[in-house]
């Protein structure tokens, strides 16, 4: 897949000329052999549209970053208390519709759900072989997309029949939350029954990621026990386990190059080093942009690139491991005892008390030491492990706690991811092993962006996150521009 993504650029470069530019804007002679109406006419069209829809995963580097910085786990970090002032003002849950990085957000993810909606609503137009295996592919990636935009904004538009077109903002209403969760559904039973149950390429979506997504958005619904079916259907097909827990496997390498695209990756959003990017186009970089942009500042010694010191775990949050739990090291770098030990040498930027430099750095996506080109900021090749085989357990122990289904299973499972981290078995139930299974989730997945959503859709938000307003904060406002676009349609998300 990381080959295929080299050539979207010159595709979507094409079908954004073809479908913004009208037929009396200019004479063309000759005239386009390719258009939006003419594209989907052969098996190779449907593939490299496809790529184009994965593509924009690359973009979602900004929910994952931004997802940790609204959270308890993470400051703003930077330059200094004003360097990306959009994230500056989330850590301080101080951001308003005017904020570029949240309008980032929307548009990025509506671009992947636009690219996917393009596939399918051109699904009729021929008949081939594994034509079944894209259209479930593109419902996959629309769902993730829908999903993602969900949990940030709340209620948004959803068009079933295909892509937005100029205009449609004013006559498209924002869904229900119930509508838009049922059209993720929909698009994900489908992609289930259609898909390969091993991916046809490194990096594609399989029936696996389908079947752990929807048990996650069954999750999110408090619908437990179709959660819990479908996460262990993904537990039961023998298709995953945790790294580190077979021979040959290092677990302290999961999130090292090494550990890519292994037994534990249930979904993971591919990146390379291999294209250079820029700063007028950060969505458009080939690498893994979150990567760089939390590495250490000026940084000089073995192992690591430096980088521009955003995302920084809390010293709360480095102390919230278990003692004991190899989590610790592997997740959080204490730079300090780092530097210290590898005689390395770095600065220190913000030291804003609220949003500053914490002596810490997000271990999982630090940037390594690599041969990637361009700016080594901006195209750092650490794939994102969108969901994890780790993450389905411990998904799948809460479904089955809260909804009373099987408490011994749900312990076994928390057991499992607990004993890869070099810890002993818990034996609590009811409230007291939901605590537990909530505890290590933290520890588990810290780094990732699921902390901020985690505590929201658990109840547990106001009580964890500085500055947060209940009846607001739950979601992010729909970016102003949007707003204006939408001319009265819509309204604006409660408190902003």
């Not at 990567?291 to 709360?316: A, K, Q, W």
Request: proline share 3%; with cysteine; net charge negative.
């Amino acid at each position: 897949m990381k080959n295929l993504y080299k050539s979207i650029t010159v595709l979507a470069i094409a079908l954004v000329g073809v479908v913004s530019c009208s037929d009396d804007f200019t004479d063309v002679n000759p005239p386009y052999a390719i258009n939006s109406d003419t594209y989907f006419a052969s098996p190779d069209d449907y593939s490299k549209a496809l790529i184009g829809a994965y593509d924009v995963l690359q973009s979602t580097y900004v929910n994952v970053i931004l997802g940790e910085i609204a959270s308890d786990n993470t400051h703003a970090g930077g330059e200094s208390a004003n360097d990306v002032i959009g994230w500056q003002q989330v850590d301080r849950m101080q951001h308003t519709p005017i904020n570029d990085n949240l309008d980032d957000i929307w548009d990025w993810n509506f671009a992947g759900v636009q690219r996917a909606a393009f596939i399918i609503e051109n699904e009729d137009n021929i008949e081939f072989d594994g034509k079944s295996q894209i259209i479930a592919e593109a419902r996959f990636i629309r769902a993730y997309f829908n999903f993602e935009l969900l949990k940030w904004f709340g209620p948004i538009p959803i068009k079933p029949e295909g892509q937005f077109v100029l205009g449609d903002v004013a006559t498209y209403p924002r869904a229900s939350r119930e509508e838009v969760y049922a059209f993720i559904e929909e698009d994900l039973l489908s992609a289930i029954e259609n898909m390969a149950v091993d991916a046809p390429e490194v990096g594609r979506a399989t029936k696996g990621s389908a079947q752990a997504l929807l048990g996650k958005v069954y999750l999110y619904q408090e619908r437990f026990e179709e959660s819990a079916i479908q996460l262990n259907n993904v537990i039961n097909s023998g298709k995953y386990h945790l790294y580190g827990t077979e021979q040959g496997e290092v677990y302290e390498t999961l999130f090292d190059s090494i550990g890519q695209n292994s037994a534990e990756s249930v979904f993971e959003i591919q990146y390379t080093g291999a294209e250079g990017a820029g700063f007028g186009c950060l969505q458009c970089s080939e690498g893994n942009v979150m990567v760089g942009f939390s590495g250490i500042r000026g940084y000089n010694g073995p192992v690591f690139e430096s980088g521009y010191g955003f995302n920084l775990p809390t010293e709360e949050a480095f102390n919230s491991f278990e003692s004991g739990d190899d989590r610790q090291d592997i997740t959080v770098l204490d730079i300090e005892a780092w530097a210290s030990a590898n005689g390395a040498t770095y600065n220190i930027g913000s030291q804003d008390p609220v949003t500053g430099h914490t002596g810490y750095y997000n271990r999982k996506y630090l940037p390594r030491q690599n041969d990637n080109l361009g700016d080594a900021n901006l195209t750092q090749p650490n794939n994102y492990r969108a969901i994890r085989y780790a993450d389905v357990l411990l998904m799948a122990a809460e479904a089955m706690v809260r909804g009373n289904i099987n408490e011994g299973q749900a312990r076994d499972y928390l057991n499992m991811v607990r004993n890869r981290a070099g810890l002993d078995n818990v034996d609590s139930s009811g409230n007291a092993l939901l605590e537990d299974i909530y505890v290590d989730r933290r520890s588990e997945m810290m780094g990732e962006g699921h902390r901020f959503f985690d505590l929201v859709r658990t109840g547990r938000a106001a009580e964890n996150i500085d500055g947060f307003t209940a009846g607001k904060n739950e979601v992010f406002p729909i970016p102003f521009e949007e707003m204006q676009f939408a001319n009265g349609n819509w309204e604006q998300n409660s408190g902003y």
